[in-house]
């Protein structure tokens, strides 16, 4: 609207006063004045809401592009106006980004979904993921990629395109997660002890929450022993410390009990007898 209004004022200086030519330079730079001048208070305005939402690289280069864009209007206007016909410029163009949106498209999804990303805040450095088939902690958010660290210390480089097309769990959104693990027991064991045996053994975890408490039950009949199923709550920074500290201490329990975890059995039926011959061993006298 404002580019458009100094224009119109500009063609009527041109038709009262200048020559033709002198007044249609005078317009074209005019309206460049004027785009520019706009483009950098749009530029600033944008850059201080954007940083409110985004990194300040990200900000930067969104009213970057807001600047250009407007440098980009104010030029082909002021071109126009200087009798140019602008129209096979702006048919070029369109061609030219429709064949570079089309080479670009894998740089501009990843673009977009990191600006998605870092608007809804879905991710942040330090936060434990697990997304696809890796999990870890995550190092930087970039616009086109996202780094994790994993459990075992690989730095691992994911497109950002890829977190928003697949699944993504963010354990450090919640304050506690849970843990399930399996025990097994012998069939000649009981299992009414065995449970208060695990029980006991959790209470004195540091890291096992009260609350929720912890479940512990016979879930099934396995091939070798009664199935005990544990289930616990601990503090979603030290799950990893918990994990190991829950099963050796759980082992060791059972072990000052007395209760046996059987090793896995295989029965054998043959269909047909087997006879198994063997020769005396004669020693030297």
């Keep these: 609207m404002v580019l ?8 009527m200086l041109n038709e009262i006063v200048f020559e033709p030519l002198v007044g249609s330079v005078l317009v074209a730079l005019t309206i ?17 809401v954007a940083t409110r ?27 126009q106006k200087l009798g140019i016909d ?4 702006a048919v070029a163009g369109g061609f030219a980004g429709l064949v570079l949106s089309f080479a670009l498209q894998p740089v501009l999804s990843n673009f977009f979904s990191g600006l998605y990303l870092h608007g809804e805040k879905s991710l942040v450095p330090g936060d434990l993921v697990r997304i696809g088939g890796h999990m870890g902690r995550v190092i930087e958010v970039n616009t086109m990629s996202t780094r994790l660290r994993s459990l075992d210390g690989e730095v691992i480089r994911i497109p950002n395109s890829k977190i928003i097309g697949e699944y993504m769990v963010n354990y450090s959104k919640s304050a506690a997660m849970r843990l399930t693990f399996e025990a097994s027991i012998a069939y000649r064991e009981d299992i009414g002890k065995a449970v208060e045996t695990i029980r006991r053994a959790l209470d004195v975890i540091y890291l096992v929450l009260g609350d929720p408490p912890p479940e512990v039950f ?5 091939d070798s022993g009664i199935i005990i199923k544990v289930r616990v709550w601990v503090p979603t920074d030290y799950w990893y410390q918990a994990s190991m500290q ?10 000052r009990e007395g209760i046996e975890i059987p090793f896995n059995q295989v029965d054998v039926w043959l269909r047909t007898p087997l006879v198994v011959e063997g020769r005396g061993v004669q020693g030297s006298g």
Excluded: H, K
């Design 246 to 255: 829950v099963v050796r201490t759980v082992r060791e329990a059972l072990g």
């Design 4 to 11: 458009q209004a100094v224009s119109e004022i500009a063609s």
């Design 86 to 89: 602008v129209t096979a410029l």
């Design 32 to 48: 460049l004045g004027i785009g520019f001048l706009v483009g950098i208070f749009v530029r600033r305005a944008i850059g201080r």
């Design 53 to 79: 939402f985004f990194p300040r690289d990200i900000a930067s280069l969104i009213s970057r592009i807001s600047y250009y864009g407007i440098m980009l209007l104010a030029g082909l206007i002021a071109v």
């Design 218 to 222: 016979a879930s099934e009949m396995g």
